[in-house]
């Protein structure tokens, strides 16, 4: 493997350590929208919560498939560290395409709520669900797209010490949002459903 | 520990506690609910949690730090601290403000002041 020259050994785990203090602040911004639909959730101005207008095994299907992108991102870094190319790509293709699967179902959901006159205009619950919501689906989309310029990255410099540290970022960047979507999945969806 | 058994555990340990606490909600939904929506509450928060710390630990490595103090688990446990103080501190606030309204109707059981139609 060529290393990166211009970079001390150590500095890979700053710029690991820098990534690291980025998530955490994102989770307060979550967090802080996380807040907000507790406050809001009730606020529908007569309409049906978004919980009862959700399909629960639709949203479950998500998450499942988030999950499971998170497994394979995981494999990704595996096979970047075991310097296996094929399977490294095969990995982070199939998390491109899982997290793109996330997206559409997602978008789906979105468009039929908005198409059913419920849309985030609508009242102060609905406002809160989509800011929650699309907030996450927003990094997700960035995700999918960092992603993707990390494949270009991997099939012009391969294994060099710089991708592969980039990768490791972008690996924990989705476990992030996988996390996120567990808390999601549970105070929205699980909770809305048991209208409390 | 090889990390593609530390994959491999989180990711099953966290299909294994995202099936339970949907199946605990369906059941309840269904009508043949299992516990009261109250007790579903804390264990739903508790598998949320238990799936936050599988993941933390598998996917998220935290805790493998070799270097000492560990910093990256300082910086989660400060943002943990925000979170709880953000989200804990909003609920706890805006309840009693909640609270604070209604109890205007009976302050004024006339009717003279209406807490739906009361600018604030």
């Known amino acids: 493997m060529k290393e990166n020259t211009s970079m001390p050994a150590h500095a890979g785990d700053k710029v690991l350590f820098g990534f690291w203090v980025y998530l955490m602040s994102d989770v307060v911004l979550f967090a802080s929208l996380f807040a907000t639909h507790a406050v809001l959730q009730g606020q529908t101005f007569g309409a049906p919560s978004i919980a009862e207008l959700a399909n629960l095994p639709f949203v479950l299907w998500e998450t499942l498939i988030l999950l499971t992108s998170s497994f394979t991102v995981g494999l990704t870094v595996y096979f970047a560290a075991k310097k296996r190319k094929v399977q490294t790509f095969l990995a982070l293709a199939a998390t491109l395409a899982l ?17 059913e006159g419920h849309g985030p205009w609508a009242n102060a619950s609905y406002s809160a669900f989509f800011t ?11 995700g999918t797209v960092w992603g993707m310029l990390l494949v270009v990255q991997l099939m012009v410099w391969e294994a060099h010490a710089t991708v592969a540290r980039r990768l490791m970022c ?12 567990i808390f999601i999945f549970t105070f929205v969806y699980l909770f809305g459903a048991l209208q409390v | 520990m090889s990390t593609l058994q530390n994959y491999s555990i989180g990711f099953l340990l966290s299909i294994a506690f995202t099936l339970a606490a949907f ?3 369906w059941q309840h939904v269904q ?33 493998a730090e070799k ?29 009693h403000l909640d609270r604070g309204h209604t109890d205007l109707s009976e302050i004024y059981p006339s009717g003279t002041v209406s807490p739906q139609t009361q600018d604030d």
């Open chain 2, 67 to 95: 270097q000492r103090p560990r910093w990256s688990l300082i910086i989660f446990a400060f943002a943990a601290v925000v979170v709880v103080v953000l989200v804990g501190g909003t609920i706890w606030i805006m309840y």
């Open chain 1, 170 to 181: 972008f690996s924990l960047f989705w476990h992030f949002l996988d996390v996120i979507w």
């Open chain 1, 99 to 115: 997290g793109a699967a996330f997206l559409s179902m997602e978008l789906y959901e979105f468009a039929h709520l908005v198409k």
């Open chain 1, 132 to 142: 929650l919501v699309g907030t996450h689906g927003l990094h997700v989309f960035l």
């Open chain 2, 31 to 63: 009508g043949a609910a299992l516990f009261s929506a109250e007790k579903l509450v804390v264990l739903l928060v508790g598998l949320a949690v238990a799936q936050l710390y599988v993941q933390l630990i598998c996917f998220l490595h935290l805790g």
């Open chain 2, 23 to 25: 199946w605990l909600v």
